[in-house]
């Protein structure tokens, strides 16, 4: 069986501040960074020094994953298969053509949306335009952070967007007008380094 930890036991390991210490484990609030959740009662081990959180157990995941999927909600659409392709050429273009990234690219340009009632406002526009239409043959499944996307549907509803259809194919759209348009510019800044980096 494999070992399990209770409160109060104590072991070793390093603490990036003091360096190999010994440690105590406890339960605390842990704060997830992605997505920024605290996640309450995970056992963790503690620095004995500086009382930081150095180590969580095996045992602590199955808690630590159950708080990470109820902070995303997910987003589903049925979109043209030529939008799935606009998004492939996107990923492509930041070098990377992997399933990930393309979903990295939707939840950016969602974030992005919720920050802009200008981008909302374009993405309302590019979804009622030519190349937002065509048999919604393709079904799209995405992950995105429970405040994320509800920051990105109420400014896209404000903006007139009608459906979160409409504002997936915007978004999908949008993402590939900034690949060479003056306004992207900041977008595909930040893109570039996403792609290097997740
Ligand atoms: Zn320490």
Redesign the pocket.
Known sequence: MKKFWRAGDRSRAI????GV?ETRFEYRTYPLEKPRVDVPDVLVAV?S????I?AVPYQSSPRLNEARKAAEAPLEARIPKHLEDVLAVVASHYGRNDSEFRNVILRYYLHALGESDALARHIRELASGELARGAADERLSVKVQKPVLTRAWDTARNAGVRSKTDMVKGAIIAAAEDLDSAEGKERRETLVEMAASV
């Open positions: 603490c990036e501040d003091c210490v620095c020094v500086c009382d930081r150095v």
